[in-house]
């Protein structure tokens, strides 16, 4: 069974391939009811964890607590280092929740979905899966590991933004032209924004550009809604994550004619005029349209340059508030096409890929990947680009390599990745730190513990290399060898 998985920051959905048609699976609750999304949810009793569905029917209960978002962990420096996250007084490691939320996901789907699941064999759920596009190269091996682990046979992975790309070309073939063969994919998640410019031939995408921000997304139109409630109503004793639900609830059952939002409180129900929500949104819309000018150049006329663009195809959970294609439309037009189904977009374009009918989509490595290097004896350090930001990534991996005979005793890497770089060679936006490795350019230094000892100048010492490979799912790993005498070191990053 090929499935195609959006692992959501508030909600997962999944979509499957049935003989060329690419629907999306219901889950039922225990209370019977059927919904097209697993929610992204843990909570706990402080003994015991459940997820989903489960997890939401459990936060009414005296008790429980939950956690929700538990997805913007993985963007963390130290996620590698599996951190304990503590749910309820259960503590646990970030890979082992990940593992026991997708293992969940996988008995829902054979249990209690309208999936048509084969039994319980794991080797027969195959799935393509899905990364925000500027995922470190760290987020996308635990995640990757973690739908391993959980029993799902991973077939690909592809970047969110790129997958919504395919949906929207098996849904709008039409709308391209010999002049007009690109689609800006905006795709406001629960948590993340990702933009991707991609240019469309018929057996090929192409990635030409990503952007977008880490810590954006339809959670923080639910904690501006809630703080407006909140003004009018003043502290409540109800659990706040409760309440962030209650909020998101309300916000997605907003139309374009709604006047006002009724939002559930303690012993009350507060009503926030809408005009006065989406004018205390408006700013965040408006970050996410800023963000567009890192992948489209000015226009002549027009803030944008659209030349050559088919559709501004707006997908993901948190662009259900009509606000967002509101705010858009004033910018781009008639070139704004909303996804009929926001949420499903990027778990049908999945569904699509993993049934081979998909064409063949080129993704660019998403971010600059360096390495802050020692500078004057370690007095000063310089960041080195190894990898930027639009550099193709080929279906068999790609390889870049560097030589050079050391000046110092000792090589401390400190590697980290950036949205792009300056005129002067600075890394600028985001700056994500991840791995740190030491490498003894002094033979002399090969068994003695590195960290903490000076970093001297040095001469007549071997000639190094460093080989940096980054496979098809955009995962870093690099290699150091002493070419003289074959001795090396070697970490996934």
Known sequence: MDLGIDFGTTRTVVAVADRGNFPVVGFETPEGDVYDHFPSVAASNGTSLVFGHEAVAKLDEPG???????KRLLARPDAAQHPIVDIGGVRIGLDVLLVSFLTALREALVHRSNCPCPGQRASELQAYVAVPARASS??????????GRAGFTVKGLLNEPSAAGVEYAHRYSKTFTANRSRVLVYDLGGGTFDISLVEMGEHDHTVLDNAGVNDLGGEDFDRTLLALALEQSGPQQTDPTILLERARVAKEALSPNSRRVPIDLDDS???V?????????RSLVDRTIDTIGEVLPNGAKERFDTTELAGVYVVGGGSDLPAVSRQLKEVFGRRVKRSAYASGATAVGLAIAASNQAPVVHETFSRTFG????LSSGADVAFDAILTRQARLQPNGTEWTRRYRPVHNIGHFRFAECDRMGEGGNPLGDLTPFAELYFPFDPALREVELAGLPIEHRSGLPLIEERYQVDDHGIVSVCIT?????????QRL
Request: charged residues 30%.
């Open 273 to 281: 005029p809408t005009k006065d929500f989406y004018e205390a949104a």
């Open 371 to 374: 390495v802050f290097r020692e």
């Open 482 to 490: 002493d070419l003289e005498s074959g001795w090396s070191r070697e």
């Open 138 to 147: 760290a987020q996308r091996f635990l995640t990757l590991e973690a739908f």
């Open 64 to 70: 429980w607590s939950g956690l929700r978002g538990f």
């Open 269 to 271: 129900t507060v009503a």
